[in-house]
């Protein structure tokens, strides 16, 4: 991969990663006894490697290619493998504490292992971890076919990639440590939140740059949500995690927000992330991937434009839905769940526009597991924005809330919805971007296909079971006004279905390995030969032939 | 600060927040309505059908 740089760009990199060296060595002795510290000499290590890498291929042959000719593939590749990695990962420790709940004698004893560090290594290291490596492989694919030009620069994109991967290495790692700034999707502490800003930035402009590229005069609808995504997140990012370290050799910081602006600061942010990160990116994986994937374009182009606006503009006012009946003013609370309620419109519209652009194609849909990843995701979609807009009503809420209904909620919406159409787009992907005819098995992608539905509807039924029980029974009081139930009553309630989700969310666990199996042996070209494009290829030996004076 | 009371602020936020939604909304349906983009977009729609044979570049774009 690094024979694909110009001498002039393994140079570049090369400061690049020494700088990086600097900033890591830096980092580990200012912040030495801390877990600042500890990150400094991932930051070292890290840079360190790739220095050898590029370091390694330093005084290869120049590149031969013809850049404006072919796209730039290799990052998208990285990215994919990376997501399958963190999706491994990061489901494997969900399923630990959903066990964990159930038989807590499961967390052994560590002070890394407890509840409370773990959990958000499950939510980043599936939300940031593989949905943000595969929104931004994914991007990089989308971006650059439906502007048919490379991608405006050869470093960029292995910033992007692999500095958004160090972030997440140092969150995941600094909860294992016991950092976290206590925002709930937002842990991470300051240091990590700068770094995360400067490859965000370094992304946006890639992004518009590559736009600009462009040889179709108008930019393809998915490209909106991909940028939207970009966007908002950057300024959700930025805002939600204003503040003040307490030392500049330590990680501990303290928000610039406190009391009920701090709750508000962080549910725009907490359900903005839901929104931009795990609502709009995707919807631009879906909007490329399924017309591509059944042969048929997009069943109305202009609806797929009025719910991009309509979903852009209701979702940045509905955070306060996740704050009713406290200290928040009573209006902004009914401006939430107004938002939430007409946010129902533009997200059926989404839904629909995907299941209509199928109509008369459900043979594919049957035949093609791939396709029905994807078919799957838009219906989950439809159902977890529907009891969205539902969950988001006060009275509704004041049953549902701090129950775990909203575990079922969010599980229906990250495992139906995200995990399904991302598992369907990276098997589009993967053949194009290897060129491979098809994946390895294509009994695999039916294995994935059916352990996946089977584990999120196990999942999803048992929360909705428990959260309903529980909210019921933290509301029955007795005749004479006192409550009926205590804690340890709900607990033991709710006992098997922590159970029954610990299963569910194994079905879907196994589903995701036997995927990363399935797309390494792709990757690998097990038992099949490479396809062969009529496109220049990266040696001049390989170039098609030209007659000569015919 | 007289003049960024509470009140001040909320009754902004409620009435330039209507309008501003209700103009937004009007721009985007005349956008997308606008007859003269109506080839614009069905191009757009048709065009990711087949893009994987690398960009375009000034020959073939004509």
């Known amino acids: ?156 994109p292995w910033f992007v990639i692999l500095g958004y991967n160090l972030f997440v290495v140092m969150a995941v790692t600094g909860y294992m440590m016991g950092v976290t700034q206590s925002k709930e999707y937002a842990e991470a502490e300051w240091y990590a939140d700068i770094w995360l800003v400067i490859v965000w930035v370094v992304y946006f402009v890639l992004y518009l740059r590559t736009l600009a590229r462009r040889n179709e005069p108008h930019i393809y609808v998915a490209n909106w949500y991909y940028m939207a995504f970009i966007l908002v997140v950057a300024v959700l990012h930025i805002v939600n995690n204003l503040a003040v370290p307490a030392s500049f050799t330590a990680a501990k ?31 631009g994986m879906l909007y490329y991937y399924l017309p591509k994937r059944a042969n048929r374009p997009i069943y109305s182009y202009r609806l797929s434009i009025l719910s991009f606006w309509g979903i852009t503009f209701f979702y940045i006012w509905v955070g306060s839905h996740h704050l009713h009946y406290t200290a928040l003013p009573h209006w902004v609370q009914t401006l939430g769940m107004t938002f939430s309620v007409m946010l129902l419109v533009p997200s059926w519209a989404s839904a629909g526009n995907a299941l209509m652009t199928l109509n008369g194609a459900w043979h594919k849909v049957r035949d093609d597991a791939t396709l029905r990843f994807m078919f799957v995701a838009a219906v989950f979609y439809g159902l977890s924005t529907f009891e969205g807009s539902f969950l988001a009503i006060r009275p509704v809420n004041s049953l ?65 079971n428990s959260g309903i029980v529980q909210g019921l029974m933290w509301r029955t009081y007795t005749e004479g006004g006192t409550l009926r139930y205590s804690f340890l009553d709900t607990m033991i309630a709710m006992h098997p279905y922590y159970i029954a989700r610990g299963i569910g969310g194994l079905l879907f666990l196994a589903g995701a390995v036997i995927g990363f199996i399935n797309i390494w042996m792709t990757i690998r070209a097990v038992g099949s030969d490479s396809k062969v494009l009529d496109v220049p290829t990266e040696s001049e030996a390989g170039e098609p032939a030209v007659p000569v004076a015919e | 600060m007289m003049g960024l009371s509470h009140d001040t602020v909320v009754g902004f936020a409620k009435s330039f927040g209507l309008f501003y939604l209700i103009a937004l909304s009007i721009g985007i349906c005349v956008y997308v309505f606008w007859p003269r983009n109506r080839d614009r977009f069905r191009r757009a729609k048709h065009s990711i059908m087949d893009d994987e044979d690398g960009p375009l570049t000034g020959e073939d774009r004509q």
């Not at chain 1, 002070?111 to 943000?132: E, K, L, Y």
């Not at chain 1, 079922?408 to 491979?436: D, E, K, S």
Request: one cysteine or more; charged letters at 10%.
């Open chain 1, 253 to 283: 910081s303290y928000s610039l927000f406190s009391g009920v602006q701090d709750a508000m600061t962080q549910w725009w942010y907490g359900h903005n992330a839901v929104a931009f990160f795990l609502t709009s990116g995707f919807l």
């Open chain 1, 1 to 156: 991969m690094i024979t694909r740089f110009t001498i002039a760009e393994r140079q570049a990199s090369l400061v690049l990663l020494l700088l990086m060296t600097l900033a890591g060595l830096a980092m580990a002795a200012a912040g030495a006894g801390d877990a600042m510290g500890v990150h400094g000499f991932i930051v070292l290590f890290a840079s360190l490697g790739l220095i050898f890498v590029v370091g390694g291929a330093l005084y290869d042959p120049a590149p031969t290619e013809d850049r404006s000719r072919a796209y730039y593939d290799d990052p998208i590749k990285v990215g994919i493998v990376l997501a399958m990695i963190w999706a491994v990962i990061a489901m494997g420790v969900g399923d630990w504490v959903a066990w964990m709940l159930a038989f807590p004698d499961l967390r052994f004893d560590g002070a890394w292992s407890g509840f409370g560090r773990m959990r958000p290594v499950h939510t980043t290291g599936i939300i940031f971890g593989f949905g943000g490596n595969a929104l931004i492989a994914t991007s990089f694919h989308v971006m650059q076919r439906t502007c048919r030009a490379r991608l405006a620069g050869q470093i960029a």
């Open chain 1, 400 to 464: 549902s809330h701090y129950t775990d209904w909203t575990v079922a909620h969010v599980h229906a919406g990250a495992m139906g919805w995200v995990a399904l159409i991302t598992f369907g787009a990276i098997y589009a992907a993967v053949p194009m971007i290897w060129r491979r005819e098809t994946m390895y098995s294509w009994k695999m992608v039916e294995w994935h296909f059916w352990l996946a539905l089977a584990g999120t509807l196990i999942y999803v039924f048992a929360m909705w």
